[in-house]
Structures are given as structure tokens and as C-alpha cells.
């Protein structure tokens, strides 16, 4: 089976930057996807990661090291929209999501 | 494109009635995805299919689930009899394909309230 660990909560400030951790243990895997979703709202796909690195979308950046079962999600120049919850997810033929963090923006 | 399309988008009904929610996923994509979502449990996958065959079904809880995608354009999942503990948002999400398997495009939801 699948687990994962990602912070529970994190809160910053506008302008800040933002990493959220996610470990992961699995039988099997494909890569790691990144999910952003606003309260009472669906999921939406921010990034994967199937290589070992850093992928970079905008203010978004998703790094992997497959090795060490580990990735984590920077969030930059934080803005008010951005409070949300994220999850990142194991992509084995099928996703298994963590438990997400929700990450908080004050002004 | 509409995106994937989920109804209804709240349903309350009474321990013991029959539930059924409807997708359509986007066109032309291959795999759907049926998802609950609690506080308590997250996200889950429930089932999900390939061309519209049910590929992995681990996830659904218990008998009184079942899914179904007579065609390639639409998709239900039933619960009968429903019972309180099966309050959630559910939803159903598409994907383009194998290569593209690690974007899923997710529906806007239904929540379902069983009294």
C-alpha cells in the first residue's frame, strides 16, 4: 500500500515563501503529483514530478528525490489566493493522496 | 470544453434510501475516477475505470457500493442502502491516459448528506 506524510497546517504572510514536505512509502511508483483545492472546491493538478529535480510553473515549483522517497511543493511571493489546502499524491496507476496541508495567507 | 460533470451537486436523503450520482467525464478521456472525501479518511479512490472497465475496485467500502460506466460518456455510483457514515463529498474525476495518468481533471463534487 501507500503512505504518505505532509504537514498538517502551515500560515505565512503575503510575499512569503512556502515548502511543504511530503514523504512518502509505496510499492510502487510512478511519480508525485501536487493538488491545490479551496475550501468547498474540487482538487486541480499544480505539478508532477517524474524525474528526480525541480519543476518550476510560475510561482509554483515542485522538487523530487526518488531516492530518498521525498519531495516537497514551494509556494513563492505568497499571495491571499493561495490559501488553500495541497496534497501531494503517489501516482501508481492510481493516485493516493496524503492528508494534505492547509496553508493559510495573512496580509 | 465543459469539464467533467458531476450531478446532482448536494443530495440529503434518509438512511436506508438509494443514492445515485452521475458523471460524465471529458471527452475523449480514458480514465475515470470515482473519489470520497471525509475529515476524517481524506481523499480516497474508491474505483476507477479504463475504456470503461472497472480496473480497481479496492476501494469501495463495502457491498452496498456499486459503480458502473455503461459507456464512455457516463458513469454512476449507487449506494442502497445508504447509512449516515456514508456523508461525503464525492467525486469523480477524468484522465486523457496512461501517459497523462498523473493529471486527473476532478469534477466539482456532489455532497451527500444520509440522515
Known amino acids: 500500500g501507500q503512505s504518505l506524510e505532509q504537514p498538517s497546517e502551515v500560515t505565512a504572510v503575503e510575499g512569503a515563501i512556502v515548502q511543504i514536505n511530503c514523504t512518502y512509502q509505496t510499492s510502487g511508483f510512478y511519480g508525485l503529483s501536487w493538488y491545490q483545492q479551496h475550501d468547498g472546491g474540487a482538487p486541480t493538478f499544480l505539478s508532477y514530478?517524474?524525474?528526480?529535480g525541480l519543476e518550476e510553473t510560475g510561482r509554483f515549483s515542485s522538487f523530487l528525490s526518488r531516492s530518498d522517497s521525498y519531495g516537497y511543493l514551494l509556494l513563492q511571493e505568497l499571495q491571499m489566493k493561495d490559501s488553500a489546502s495541497y496534497f501531494c499524491?503517489?501516482?501508481?496507476?492510481?493516485?493516493?493522496f496524503g492528508a494534505g496541508t492547509t496553508v493559510t495567507v495573512r496580509a | 470544453d465543459a469539464g467533467v460533470i458531476q450531478s446532482p451537486r448536494h443530495e440529503v436523503t434518509e438512511m436506508g434510501q438509494e443514492v445515485t450520482l452521475r458523471c460524465k467525464p471529458i471527452?475523449?478521456?480514458?480514465?475515470l475516477f470515482w473519489y470520497r472525501q471525509t475529515m476524517m479518511r481524506g481523499l480516497e479512490l474508491l474505483i476507477y475505470?479504463?475504456?470503461?472497465?472497472?480496473?480497481?475496485d479496492s476501494g469501495m467500502p463495502e457491498d452496498r457500493f456499486s459503480a458502473k460506466m455503461p459507456n464512455a460518456s457516463f458513469s454512476t455510483l449507487k449506494i442502497q442502502p445508504s447509512e449516515p457514515r456514508d456523508s461525503a463529498v464525492y467525486f469523480c474525476?477524468?484522465?486523457?491516459?496512461?501517459?497523462?495518468?498523473?493529471?486527473?481533471?476532478f469534477g466539482p463534487g456532489t455532497r451527500l448528506t444520509v440522515l
Open positions: 514530478n517524474g524525474l528526480d
Open positions: 499524491a503517489v501516482n501508481d496507476y492510481k493516485l493516493s
Open positions: 474525476a477524468s484522465s486523457p491516459g496512461e501517459r497523462e495518468h498523473n493529471e486527473q481533471f
Open positions: 475505470f479504463n475504456n470503461n472497465v472497472p480496473i480497481d
Open positions: 471527452s475523449g478521456h480514458d480514465y
